[in-house]
C-alpha cells in the first residue's frame, strides 16, 4: 500500500493504472484470461475483495462518488470531505485526520482513505 500512496502523492493527474494500483492495495482480484472470441486477445475480471463476486473496478482517480464510497468504506461513521483548491488541486480529509492535498479531489479523498486504512491496521 506504501508504494501506492507515494504513487498517488506525486501523481499529475488521474489514470485508469492508478485506479488499479488502488484495487490491487484494497484487495481486489485481478484474473486476466485468453479471450474465448479471439485467442490472440485477453480478458481482465475483477472480483471485489474477499469475494468471487465480478463487479467492475471502480474509477477512483475520475470519479468523486466512487472515491467518496471508499472514504465511508474505511471509515463508516466518520466526517469525511473533500474541496477544490484555487489552484484545481483537491484537499481532503477523513475523521479528523491530516488534510491531504492531490492534483484532483478524488485522488486526495483516496489518499485520505488510504491512509485512514493503513493507520486503522497498524492500530
Same mark, same amino acid.
Given at each position: 500500500m506504501e508504494k501506492v500512496i507515494k504513487t498517488l502523492e506525486?501523481?499529475?493527474?488521474?489514470?485508469?493504472?492508478?485506479?488499479?494500483?488502488?484495487?490491487?492495495?484494497?484487495?481486489?482480484?485481478?484474473?486476466?484470461?485468453?479471450?474465448?472470441? /479471439?485467442?490472440?486477445? *485477453?480478458?481482465? %475480471?475483477?472480483?471485489? $475483495?474477499?469475494?468471487?463476486?465480478?463487479a467492475t473496478l471502480p474509477l477512483y482517480t475520475t470519479?468523486?462518488?466512487h472515491a467518496m464510497e471508499l472514504a465511508v468504506s474505511v471509515a463508516p461513521k466518520a466526517a469525511s470531505g473533500c474541496?477544490?483548491?484555487? /489552484?484545481?488541486?483537491? *484537499?481532503?480529509? %477523513?475523521?479528523?485526520? $491530516?488534510y491531504f492535498q492531490a492534483c484532483n479531489p478524488q485522488i486526495a479523498l483516496v489518499l485520505?482513505?488510504?491512509?485512514?486504512?493503513r493507520s486503522k491496521q497498524d492500530g
Open positions: 506525486s501523481a499529475k493527474g488521474p489514470s485508469r493504472s492508478l485506479d488499479f494500483a488502488i484495487g490491487l492495495a484494497l484487495g481486489w482480484r485481478k484474473v486476466v484470461s485468453p479471450s474465448t472470441a /479471439d485467442p490472440a486477445k *485477453t480478458v481482465t %475480471i475483477w472480483h471485489r $475483495p474477499g469475494t468471487a463476486e465480478i470519479n468523486l462518488q474541496s477544490w483548491e484555487e /489552484d484545481g488541486k483537491g *484537499t481532503a480529509r %477523513i475523521a479528523g485526520g $491530516p485520505a482513505a488510504l491512509h485512514h486504512l
